[in-house]
């Protein structure tokens, strides 16, 4: 594995393959909610019967809760936003509380628990 080697503010590392000074300068997300490594393509999370792309946890549980998930509120966790299907399904969606913190991985987890709602996208298309 060759490139660098960067440490954010919480001592976290991550490995950039092909630095450029741009890669180093970039300090806000250009597209909130989105993946923001160097290199990495930026995502959005489309809700396909509007084809509306959703920007805030607002839209976000508004859509949700047509589609019977519930906001699930837990003391033990209170960094994070989640919603859960009915109380006797296991599907559990934990999202980060701040949507600039909202990435692809979490895009998925919703998709994968919504496969005919829900998409992931460039932002472009």
Known sequence: MSGVWIFDRN?????VANPTRESFE???PPYPGTATAPGARPRVLVYLPANQ?????????????ELGWT??????QPNLLQFHKSANSAHLISLPKNFDSFKSFHMYDIVVK?????????PAS
């Not at 792309?53 to 809760?65: F, G, N």
């Open 71 to 76: 906001r699930f509120y837990n003391s033990n």
């Open 11 to 15: 001592g976290v590392t991550r490995l």
């Open 114 to 122: 919504n496969r005919s709602f829900f998409e992931v996208r460039d």
């Open 53 to 65: 792309v959703i920007r805030s946890y607002t839209e976000l549980e508004q859509r949700l809760a």
């Open 26 to 28: 970039q300090k806000e």
